[in-house]
T-cell receptor, first 112, second 114 residues
Framework: SQTIHQWPATLVQPVGSPLSLECTVEGTSNPNLYWYRQAAGRGLQLLFYSVGIGQISSEVPQNLSASRPQDRQFILSSKKLLLSDSGFYLC???????????FGDGTRLSIL | GQQLNQSPQSMFIQEGEDVSMNCTSSSIFNTWLWYKQDPGEGPVLLIALYKAGELTSNGRLTAQFGITRKDSFLNISASIPSDVGIYFCAGLPYSGAGSYQLTFGKGTKLSVIP
C-alpha cells in the first residue's frame, strides 16, 4: 500500500535562517505531489504542485521554493525564513486517475 | 479562482446528536471529497464522491454529491467524542485540469460535548 512521509514533525527556526522540509511517497510511481500551508488549524493553501521530476508549479508567489529531485521526493525550501512563514505544512500525493489526495502528517514550523 | 463555501464554520453538539454540514460552489465540480483533520495531524479522507446524485456511506458518515454538481453535504449520525475535529470538503473542477488540483472549503470545526 502507499504511504507518505514528512519530516521533521516539528521545527523551530530563527528569522533569516534557511529551511528544508522533505516529503517522500512509497508504494506508487509517478505521483502528483503537493505542498500546502495551513494557518491556525483552518484553510489549506496550495503552495506548489508537481506532476513529474523537475516540474514545479507555484500557486502563490512568496518566500518559498519547491523541488522534485526524484520521482517520489518533494522538497520545500527557503533561503531566508520570515516570521510570516510560520504554520503547518502538509505534503500530499495523488495518482493519475482522478484519485483523491492523501496527506502526510505535516510539519509544524515556528519562526522565532 | 473557484471557491467553496463550507458551513457551518463551527458546531457544538451533544454526544449522540446527528450532525450535518455542507459545501456549495458557484461552479461545477467533477469530484467531491470529505476529509477529517485531528489536531496536529494531516487530513484523512473520509468519503469520495464521483457522480452527481451519488450517496455514499462510511459507517456513521453519509455524504452526497449534489445533482447540480455544485454542492455536497456530509452527515454524521449519533456523534461520539472521537468525532471532534475539523471537517473539510474539497472539489475537483469539472474541467479536470491535468494537475488534479483540489479546491478546499475552509472547514467545519466540530466539538462534541459528552
Amino acid at each position: 500500500s502507499q504511504t507518505i512521509h514528512q519530516w521533521p514533525a516539528t521545527l523551530v527556526q530563527p528569522v533569516g535562517s534557511p529551511l528544508s522540509l522533505e516529503c517522500t511517497v512509497e508504494g506508487t510511481s509517478n505521483p502528483n505531489l503537493y505542498w500546502y500551508r495551513q494557518a491556525a488549524g483552518r484553510g489549506l493553501q496550495l503552495l506548489f504542485y508537481s506532476v513529474g521530476i523537475g516540474q514545479i508549479s507555484s500557486e502563490v508567489p512568496q518566500n518559498l521554493s519547491a523541488s522534485r529531485p526524484q520521482d517520489r521526493q518533494f522538497i520545500l525550501s527557503s533561503k531566508k525564513l520570515l516570521l510570516s512563514d510560520s504554520g503547518f505544512y502538509l505534503c500530499a500525493w495523488t495518482g493519475r486517475n482522478n484519485q483523491p489526495q492523501h496527506f502526510g502528517d505535516g510539519t509544524r514550523l515556528s519562526i522565532l | 479562482g473557484q471557491q467553496l463555501n463550507q458551513s457551518p464554520q463551527s458546531m457544538f453538539i451533544q454526544e449522540g446528536e446527528d450532525v450535518s454540514m455542507n459545501c456549495t460552489s458557484s461552479s461545477i465540480f467533477n469530484t467531491w471529497l470529505w476529509y477529517k483533520q485531528d489536531p496536529g495531524e494531516g487530513p484523512v479522507l473520509l468519503i469520495a464522491l464521483y457522480k452527481a446524485g451519488e450517496l455514499t456511506s462510511n459507517g456513521r458518515l453519509t455524504a452526497q454529491f449534489g445533482i447540480t454538481r455544485k454542492d455536497s453535504f456530509l452527515n454524521i449520525s449519533a456523534s461520539i467524542p472521537s468525532d471532534v475535529g475539523i471537517y473539510f470538503c474539497a472539489g475537483l473542477p469539472y474541467s479536470g485540469a491535468g494537475s488534479y488540483q483540489l479546491t478546499f472549503g475552509k472547514g467545519t470545526k466540530l466539538s462534541v460535548i459528552p
